[in-house]
């Protein structure tokens, strides 16, 4: 049980998505969108903002029950990926978490220029 200061060690990630699976195999050859279509997850033009946020709440909730969510988010991240939702975040959410990533990674370099410096 975690203590109210303690650090938490591990992602989140609950049990069900971590199944054993072919490390060596893509991932997306286990994604569960390959048997959805595709336009549940990239939105078409002129979309209505009421049909869009329904449109991602179900390709989130395909996401949800995923083997390879992780992987299809980092790999979002990574490379940016513009449009469409990946591993459960829309491109608005991608941005976000990359804004939070990139302050994070400066205050640590801020941080450890600081110390080398005192």
Do not use: I
Request: charged content about 30%; overall charge positive; proline content about 9%.
């Amino acid at each position: 049980m975690l203590q109210p200061h303690q650090p938490l060690l591990e992602a989140a990630v609950p049990p069900q998505r971590v199944p054993a699976r072919d490390q060596a195999g893509p991932w997306h050859s286990e994604a569960v969108c390959r048997r959805d279509e595709a336009g549940l997850f990239f939105a078409p033009s002129k979309e209505p903002t009421a049909a869009r946020l329904s449109r991602e709440e179900a390709a989130k909730r395909v996401c949800a029950r995923c083997p390879v969510m992780v992987e299809c988010r980092e790999h979002a991240l990574l490379q940016p990926e513009p449009y469409g939702v990946w591993g459960g975040l829309t491109a608005a959410e991608r941005r976000v978490v990359l804004a939070r990533r990139r302050r994070r990674e400066a205050e640590l370099q801020r941080a450890v220029r600081v110390a080398a410096a005192g």
